[in-house]
């Protein structure tokens, strides 16, 4: 009992530092609830936003046999056309025949590969 009336006479001596030290506590813990607050709402929207990138398929060519023991083939403008097709593919729901490759880049300073 005899510290809680020490503390209050020390709170009642330096109000305007008790005062300063309360508000700054309170800014504190509303910065980072704020600051929590938009981490979870950027990360929900990037989310929603790039959720759609996550159902798609993306078929890489293969230099090894498959396990059926058939070679692997190149994807030709057909299958792009037959997974266009809603007939033929009811489930797709696009589909983008794309290529890409990456090329060797040679400098007097230093090399990198850069996409084609």
Known sequence: MES?????QGLRANRLRSVLTTLGVIIGVA???ILTSLGN???S?????LGSFTTQ???TPNVQASS???QPRDLTDGDAEA?????RAPTSSRSRPSSAAARCCRSSAASSTAPR
């Open 31 to 33: 910065a980072v609830i």
């Open 41 to 43: 709402g950027v990360q």
């Open 45 to 49: 929207f990037v989310s929603d936003t």
């Open 57 to 59: 398929i993306t078929v």
């Open 68 to 70: 059926g023991g058939q």
């Open 83 to 87: 997974l266009a097709d809603r007939a």
């Open 4 to 8: 809680a009336r020490i503390a209050l």
